[in-house]
């Protein structure tokens, strides 16, 4: 590289490296991560059904459509029945799950929700990845799975413009 006392130019040095470097690094970083819509159809493992769910970056935890939700404990340990229903059949399942952990969620009027967070599988695409879900009723929302960053991290690059890429293909 050329020696100058000109700090514009060798400003301008810098920012062509810079860049240089961003666009070499850039695409390999995105080409291990797969690139999926803002909805997509996942696989509920625990469930065996696949469900629409919307893959939302702005989420830090996924959530599912959760029923008559009802802690109860097992072996000293606070676990949480919940029933689900698929939204297409009308078919209801229930399932039982340790608890992880309650959050508290600021409404806009009211006071706070807490909400059970369970540990559950989502198959997206041929990854199965197992993350926690917090349980709500999301009989108002447009999809019933919510996937927040939490499951797609490392994993899945959203591109809004596209919409069901992929069918869940896991066993």
Same mark, same amino acid.
């Given at each position: ?7 514009? %130019?060798r400003t301008g040095?810098?920012?062509s $490296?810079?860049l240089l470097?961003? $666009? ?6 995105a080409?291990? +991560? *797969? %690139?999926? !819509?803002y909805?997509?159809? #996942?696989? #509920?493992?625990?469930? =065996?059904w696949v469900?629409?769910a919307k893959l939302d970056t702005g989420?830090?935890?996924?959530? /599912?459509?959760a029923?008559?939700?009802e802690p109860f404990?097992r072996? *000293?340990?606070?676990?949480v029945?919940?029933k689900v229903v *698929?939204?297409d059949?009308?078919?209801e @399942?229930?399932l ?5 952990r +309650?959050v @508290?969620i600021?409404?806009h009027? =009211? +006071?706070p929700d ?6 559950l599988?989502f &198959?997206v695409?041929k990854?199965? /990845?197992?993350e ?7 009989? !108002?929302?447009s999809y019933?799975?919510l996937? =927040?960053?939490?499951?797609? $991290?490392?994993? %899945? /690059?959203v591109?809004?413009a596209?919409r069901f890429?992929d069918?869940?293909? &896991? +066993?």
């Open positions: 590289m050329m020696h100058t006392r000109n700090p514009l %130019i040095y810098v920012l $490296a810079a470097t961003l $666009a070499i690094v850039a695409p390999a970083q080409a291990d +991560k *797969d %690139i999926f !819509g909805v997509e159809d #996942v696989k #509920v493992m625990e469930l =065996g469900m629409e989420a830090t935890t996924s959530s /599912i459509d029923r008559a939700v404990e072996d *000293d340990e606070e676990w029945r919940f *698929d939204r059949t009308g078919a @399942k229930w039982e799950r340790p608890v992880e +309650k @508290k600021k409404r009027e =009211g +006071k807490t909400r059970y967070v369970v540990d599988t &198959c695409d990854m199965e /990845i197992e926690e879900v917090t349980l709500n009723n999301r009989d !108002g929302f019933p799975v996937v =927040g960053r939490n499951h797609m $991290a490392g994993r %899945i /690059i591109d809004p596209e890429t069918d869940p293909d &896991c +066993k």
